[in-house]
């Protein structure tokens, strides 16, 4: 169990970039695995991308492939979405969850989420 903080959401244009951050309130974060969620209103929670404990493998969901980069710090117990070339039907509000084993691509194999953040990517 982690608490997490997710930031760097805001309003930006079609094209643009967002990094998001989400800081760990744990030590032990570099034993979990992180993953990005997203949710758009009236729409289901997605996955977004992973990834493992030591950032050696991640998984990004094909809407994102390409444009998307997650990362990790362990020494600063933050992880990292790097968001670029961004559409109009990227705007949700992100989520980050911590997972205790594996490298869940599903909402229900984490066990820690973040408040959200909102993006929100104008055309």
């Known amino acids: 169990q982690v608490q997490l903080v997710e930031s760097g959401g805001g309003l930006v244009q079609a094209g643009g970039s967002l990094r998001l951050s989400c800081a760990a309130s744990?030590?032990?974060?570099?034993?979990?695995?992180m993953g990005w969620f997203r949710q758009a209103p009236g729409k289901e929670r997605e996955f977004v991308a992973a990834?493992?404990?030591?950032?050696?493998?991640?998984y990004y969901a094909h809407s994102v492939q390409g444009r998307f980069t997650i990362s990790r710090d362990n020494a600063k117990n933050t992880a990292y979405l790097h968001m670029n070339s961004l559409k109009p039907e990227d705007t949700a509000v992100y989520y980050c969850?911590?997972?205790?084993?594996?490298?869940?691509?599903?909402?229900?194999?984490?066990?820690?989420w973040g408040q959200g953040t909102q993006v929100t990517v104008s055309s």
């Open positions: 969850a911590a997972a205790s084993y594996g490298l869940p691509i599903v909402g229900a194999g984490y066990n820690s």
């Open positions: 990834i493992n404990w030591s950032g050696g493998r991640s």
């Open positions: 744990s030590s032990s974060f570099g034993s979990y695995a």
